[in-house]
């Protein structure tokens, strides 16, 4: 199934500070093996493996994860993991592997992949990937997969879809976080699909994009790659960078090329059902794990074992122990060798909140 | 305020369930120091100081917690320190401990003191302890330390007292744990004290009691007490303690005792009011720690630091560890090296259920 000209690009660089207290600024979420035994980064790139050889990938992370990042994955090439020396978002990191690209493979299909979500159907999402290649291999089209609803989320972007088109449909426009009476209209509608963060575009209709919406750091970006291979690489990327916008790849380009309307803009959505997750939070992880395994009570409890008398839905999490759960219900329970996170299922999205004050409060251990 | 004669008998025999996982076969409630930084054992050791020498200590424990008794005691005389071959309740162990006594010291005068209670109040528990002291002294009395109840507790048992005596008053009757409604008149009627389960009276109103209401148990312990002193002694002690009667001193000697009547019993209650606290589960210890420090909303957490936020009225130990909790109400949480409980306020009392659970899988590094 390997495509030619096919290059996949890997965002490493979150810090998921959610899954605090698992995750920590040098052991971000896509670092940690949350669901499985591969690390969620790990899982990302086999996943794209029959697509494409290790030596086509490339990932931009940023410099705390760096070093993580090339101890997971040891069969890609080192100078193709690029550390960020600030973040800026989507939108820099995404054009900066296009330009990379252009040069060496004028002809490439870029596929951006966020390296933090999880696909339950691998073979779902093979299939659609192999069509949102050949849709973007084929001209000026940027191809979006997106997932359909299951429910009235309104954590995720939505992406609202128009005419057919081949195995796709024209995208009509992008829509950042509804509020939950939209999000019902959406749900309801039909035509509404979550916006997974896989896009697919050739380098060249990608680097056009930026100079056309994002002329300045689309300058700065090529100043970078054409230093890519010299010795004055790593000084001109960590002087440049940081001079790119701070903006995401959804405002930067697909809103504002989505404005010319459907017919003009050439981007498809391909709707696809392939378990997708995003694992937003502790709760999300656990409705996933319950969706995979139908755990007793709804219970995920990862322990050296476990007891549970009137417990139910807790996802409770202290490897090398033994769980008691007595009277217990909808809890988040997280265990590390250093601190113990107790929340709810409804208020673990406010785990944030926590690593917040850790940072404020400089406990730079804990974060 | 050293008082002749007097000799303190600590129990130390319990096991303590509730207090799972941080309490352990070989690591009694009673050895644990819940609630401040000396064990319970020795501050009840401590408490008692003041009017005995360390060498007319004597302790019942079990072959379980022996070596950490004298580990953690070693001011006591080692030959003083009992271990039962079996468990049978307390009226055997006190018995064993008056009859012992009675040949050593015939005037004595017997305190029993269970060791897994704390005192808030020492200076009022000095007080009540003196007068008690002064009343057993005096003649075939047998005198009972009770608590003025401040709720309709149901998990205690209570003393009714009738007329005044001295700084005491005369005992009705012993009533085990009553239900609801009752507890709730108790309170109300306000001559009903809970029982401490502290008790003085001279060796020989003890062994005499024995001897009227426990005359097979009295014959055992007298052969075995016999033998104190002597090369026999140790298998004497094993061959004949699992002959004696399971029951308990209430049952055994007070009920039938007070049955008597109030003016022929020679029964007495000191009413007493020192923040006494029988620390039946974590919930207990959470309200016992609440009222000594009013902690902020309740929330009395155990750890190297901790960061809440909407979080009231949870007990979370876990040592070493930052805490974090968001959003809960009403849980207890206690952390070990190898075990992890997961339980409510209202639920800490089915704690016992847990470990019941791990002696039938026979999980007995967990127990």
């Known amino acids: 199934m390997k495509t030619e000209n096919f290059y996949p690009v890997i965002l490493a660089g979150g810090r998921g500070t959610r899954f605090w207290p698992l995750s920590r600024k040098r052991r971000a979420k896509q670092l940690l093996a949350l669901d499985g035994k591969r690390t969620m980064v790990q899982q990302t790139v086999a996943r794209l493996l029959p697509f494409a050889p290790a030596d086509r990938f490339w990932v931009i992370t940023n410099d705390d994860s760096l070093s993580e990042i090339l101890r997971q994955l040891p069969r890609l090439p080192k100078r193709q993991v690029l ?16 330009f990379l690209l252009l040069q060496s493979a004028p002809n490439a299909v870029v596929g951006l992949f966020p390296s933090d979500h999880v696909v339950a159907n691998e073979a779902g999402f093979r299939q659609a990937l192999k069509q949102g290649i050949e849709i973007a291999a084929a001209g000026e089209n940027i191809v979006v997969l997106g ?17 057919a088109a081949g ?6 426009r992008f829509t950042e976080k509804p509020d939950a ?18 896009f697919l575009w050739s380098a060249r209709t990608l680097t056009n994009a930026l100079r056309e919406h994002l002329p300045r750091t689309a300058r700065v970006l090529e100043q970078i790659a054409d230093a890519f291979g010299t010795s004055k690489f790593e000084v001109t990327f960590r002087r440049l960078y940081p ?7 959804d ?23 392939f378990g997708w997750n995003d694992l937003g939070s502790w709760t999300a992880l656990h409705e996933h794990q319950v969706a995979k395994g139908h755990p007793l009570d709804g219970n995920v409890i990862s322990g050296s074992g476990n007891f549970t008398l009137d417990a139910a839905d807790n996802y409770i999490y202290a490897p ?11 809890l988040v329970i997280v265990e590390t060798e250093d601190a113990l996170l107790v929340t709810t299922r409804e208020r673990a999205q406010d785990v944030g909140k926590v690593v917040k004050h850790l940072d404020q409060k400089k406990l730079h251990k804990l974060v």
Chains 1, 2 share one sequence.
């Open 181 to 198: 009476e939209r999000a019902a209209a959406f749900l309801a509608a039909g035509n509404y699909f979550w916006n997974s963060g896989m």
């Open 251 to 273: 405002y930067a380009l697909l809103e504002p090329r989505s404005a010319k309307g459907e017919g003009a803009s050439n981007i498809f959505c391909l709707p696809a059902d």
């Open 147 to 163: 997932i359909r609803p299951t429910r009235p989320e309104t954590g995720y972007g939505y992406i609202e879809s128009g005419a």
């Open 83 to 98: 550390a960020e020396p600030v973040g800026r978002n989507t939108a820099p990191a995404i054009g900066l592997a296009a």
């Open 167 to 172: 195995k796709g449909m024209r995208v009509r």
């Open 243 to 249: 001079r790119c916008e701070n903006i995401s790849v």
């Open 320 to 330: 090398g122990k033994f769980v008691a759960a007595v009277g217990v219900r909808d």
